[in-house]
């Protein structure tokens, strides 16, 4: 039977086997390493992504025979080191992944290459630490730690000691961290006395996720997307007991960790659902975890499945009560030239450009939508060995930003917005699109 030359039918990504024994032998991964990587040569469609596929593509160009057989396979580990899962290649480029017979799924593929180094080698104590999102917030942000961290952001000599010590670029964007975080600013229900208006597919409560980020480093946005809520009569819980996503985790190749921090959320989230309410948070990746990635590794899991279809994105959420005529369009305050970064693990979700969308509904208000990555995910931007290669894949970004001469520019994913901000270095500030969506609303 002939080979099909590309694919236009939509991606069939497959479960991620992750509890077989193959999935972490060495020779089996190298094998399937082999095996993506000479296709990936053929075709090259990849390779203003990001950094894995121009370090790939050289380790051919310069190996003996200009093919993937002659790149010595300890030489692998270097493609794989440079990917950081934002799922751009499998789900928006990639001409053979499933249903194709070649069965391309490079960000999958590079999960297991990742997991096989974790089981074999284990991780750095840095990388164990800034993985561990949940704990580490949840200390930086108490007072005494939070001074001392914001002490060292800002100094100079101290930040490049962390550079020798710790190998955390002196130069990288790092999160602020609040000591009083969303869980001590806010009470756990918000709103409870609002009449409950369902539409066609949203039940008319959510419950955010608040997440690390949300929690210990961006409260406000959190606080932000309440009132952008409870205006438009959506009574709102605070999930107080949830616990870190682990896409850190799963970056690193640690599934087991990822897979305990799913049953720590698992009874949350059900226990919200039984209540009547809609799952959210402000962070596209942790929303992608209980989305795509954790229904990948446990596609059997009636509850993952359940959890999976509740979760909205907060802005098709918006766009979704629009359409149902439920949502409110009394802005008082135009938004003007807004320059907007589409986050990857929003894009990959295939919901649509929601957000431009509704931003778009505010008077005088021009959304300039920019489709690249930002180059930070998640801790690659800001380890030592990779900080560069990150700024070097935000500079298209920044550059489309500085030119659109915004009024306010911002993107969904906080990080990617503080990775712009930091890459301006004009003063300026980034703001989070729902942020600016309660300042046209006029509710501050």
């Not at 605070?238 to 959320?265: P, R, T, W, Y």
């Not at 509850?303 to 005529?325: N, Q, S």
């Not at 935000?394 to 503080?418: F, H, K, L, W």
């Amino acid at each position: 039977m002939p080979v099909r030359e590309g694919n236009l039918e939509a991606p069939k990504r497959q479960p991620i086997d992750w509890q077989s024994d193959d999935y972490v032998d060495p020779t089996k991964v190298d094998a399937e390493l082999e095996r993506v990587f000479g296709i990936c040569h053929g075709c090259r469609r990849c390779v203003s992504l990001c950094n894995a596929f121009p370090t790939l593509f050289d380790l051919v160009d310069e190996s003996s025979t200009l093919e993937i057989d002659g790149v010595d396979p300890s030489d692998y580990s270097k493609v794989v080191d440079q990917c950081y899962l934002c799922d751009l290649c499998a789900e928006t480029k990639c001409p053979y992944v499933p249903p194709h017979e070649w069965a391309v799924d490079f960000p999958h593929l590079m999960l297991r290459a990742k997991a096989r180094k974790f089981a074999v080698e284990g991780a750095s104590w840095r990388d164990r630490l800034i993985s561990s999102t949940g704990s580490l917030f949840q200390i930086a942000s108490h007072p005494v730690a939070s001074r001392f961290i914001d002490l060292i952001q800002h100094n100079k000599p101290l930040r490049e000691l962390g550079e020798r010590v710790a190998g955390i670029h002196a130069e990288a964007p790092l999160p602020q961290f609040k000591s009083k975080t969303l869980n001590r600013r806010v009470e756990e229900e918000i709103g409870a006395d609002l009449e409950i208006r369902p539409g066609s597919n949203t039940k008319g409560k959510v419950a955010i996720y608040v997440t690390c980020y949300g929690n210990h480093s961006e409260p406000e946005v959190v606080q932000a997307l309440i009132r952008v809520l409870v205006h438009n009569g959506v009574a709102v819980r605070i999930l107080k007991d949830s616990a870190c996503c682990g896409m850190a985790k799963f970056e690193l190749g640690d599934l087991s960790a990822v897979s305990a921090q799913k049953d720590k959320n698992l009874p949350v989230f059900m226990q919200a659902i039984d209540d009547g309410y809609d799952l959210m948070s402000i962070v596209p990746s942790c929303t992608l975890m209980y989305r795509q990635e954790i229904p990948f590794m446990f596609p059997e899991d009636s509850d993952v499945r359940t959890v999976k279809t509740a979760f909205f994105d907060p802005f098709e959420f918006l766009f979704a009560r629009y359409k149902d005529g439920l949502v409110k369009t009394d802005f008082v305050e135009p938004l003007g030239v807004v320059a907007y970064h589409a986050a990857c693990h929003q894009r990959v979700q295939n919901i649509g450009q929601k957000t431009r969308e509704f931003l778009s509904l505010v008077p005088d208000t021009e959304v300039s939508i920019i489709e690249r990555c930002s180059g930070h995910d998640g801790t690659y931007a800001v380890k030592k060995e990779t900080h560069k290669a990150a700024l070097k894949i935000a500079r298209p970004v920044i550059r489309q930003v500085t030119e659109a001469n915004a009024s306010t520019y911002g993107s969904d994913c906080p990080m990617a917005g503080r990775l712009i901000q930091h890459g301006k270095n004009d003063g300026s500030q980034s703001e989070h699109p729902i942020t600016m969506l309660s300042r046209a609303y006029g509710l501050g």
